[in-house]
């Protein structure tokens, strides 16, 4: 199933057939060297200063630590993503042997949109979530006081549907990605005054 964004001007391939699905094939698996180029497309993202802030715990579908991450998830993710082929769980580095990493939430995300644009690379999907438990992420994989786990990532194979158990979920999975239109979202000369 593929959702490309509609767009005013064609934009980059990976950006455009880039969307959340939650419905995943149960059956599909992620090699070792798709998650090595998950992982390195996520390294060589830009961070203030290279500072590097992003860390990613992760865990394959069959390992413990898939397990462990699922576990962390809030119930209406889990409900779905026990069908990922990977979990992941980003994480900020806040500090280094500089003091305080500063923009160390932007890094993350930089590296986390690198993933998931390598993930449409391989012909995977990603789905990022807010739900889940960082105390769950810090006692089950024993982190220390300045690593911060702030998303966790789906990876896998997109499929049907029909899948998910909840009709909302389904209609969602049909349904038009839509935007704010760039009137709403880009302004010149003073705020609200659109730049296009």
Known sequence: MRKPAVTSVPIASLMAERWSPRALDESASVSSDQVRALLEA???APSFGNTQPARYLV?????????????????GNQ????RASLLLIGVTVTTNEKGAVP????GLGLASENLVLQAVEL???????AGFSPDAVRAAFSLPSDAVPKVAIAVGSVASP??????RRIEREKSER????????AFTDQWG???L
């Not at 409900?79 to 026990?82: F, G, Q, V």
């Not at 029909?162 to 009709?167: A, I, Q």
């Not at 839509?178 to 979202?185: G, K, S, T, Y």
């Open 79 to 82: 409900a779905w993503a026990h």
């Open 123 to 129: 012909g995977l999907v990603a789905h990022q979530m």
């Open 42 to 44: 996520a390294r060589w």
């Open 162 to 167: 029909d899948v998910l158990e909840d009709d």
């Open 178 to 185: 839509v935007r704010l239109p760039l009137a709403e979202f």
């Open 193 to 195: 005054t659109p730049a």
């Open 103 to 106: 923009y160390a939430e932007y």
């Open 59 to 75: 865990g394959v579908r069959g390992t413990p630590s898939f397990d462990a991450i699922l576990t962390t998830l809030n119930s």
